[in-house]
Each structure stands twice: as C-alpha cells, then as structure tokens.
C-alpha cells in the first residue's frame, strides 16, 4: 500500500507531502496495482518538476525507489503557482484512493 502524509499549514495550504510503499507486493499480487503505482508515480513527478520549471519557488525532494519512499517539501514562501500545483496533485491522488482504496492507496492529512 502506497501511504501519503500531506502536510497542511494553520491556514490548511499544503506545504509538502510524503509517500512510501507501493501499490501491492509481489507475493500479494493484485489487479490494478500497476494502475494505481503508474498514475501516482506520474502525477507526484510531474507536479514536482511543475514547480521546479514553472516556479521559482524553493523546496527539497527525496526519493528511494526501492521502498516508494518519496518526500516533497517547500522550504520558501509558496507562489499561487506552486499552491495550484500541489492542489491538482493532492485532487488527482484522492481521486485514485476514492476510485481504488485499500489496499492500493491511503491518505492522510497532518498539519504542520
């Protein structure tokens, strides 16, 4: 299972987010995990190279494919671009655990 933390501001702006695990494992092979691996592994990369190319905003990545650890963090003030980028990530991957859930996808939210 694929466990995403989104770290949400007092003013409930995201400001990072934090996945690891994968959507299966081998000895417990399920149809669809590719699916549900595929689409989040492409909307998280496409939203941090967003913010990387269309933004100068600030932040730290940090990934580890063998264990599906990803972690994604501002670390300047967030532009209205990078806000919207991060929104249509956290939309799209809500979207994926509403269409799939367990025991591909959970979500949580913290606040930081």
């Not at 595929?38 to 990934?63: I, P, R």
């Not at 991957?93 to 367990?102: K, P």
């Amino acid at each position: 299972m694929i466990r995403v933390t989104v770290f949400v501001d007092s003013e409930q702006h995201y400001t990072g987010i934090q996945m690891l695990g994968h959507a299966g494992s081998a000895d417990d092979h399920q149809e669809g995990q590719e699916i549900v691996c595929a689409a989040v592994s492409a909307l998280t990369f496409n939203m941090a190279n967003s913010v990387e190319q269309f933004t100068g905003d600030s932040f730290e990545v940090d990934q580890e494919e063998k264990t599906g650890a990803f972690s994604f963090r501002f670390t300047s003030e967030i532009s209205s671009g990078s806000q919207l980028l991060i929104n249509s990530l956290v939309f799209g991957l809500q979207d994926i655990e509403e269409e799939y859930g367990e025991p591909y996808i959970k979500i949580r939210f913290k606040e930081v």
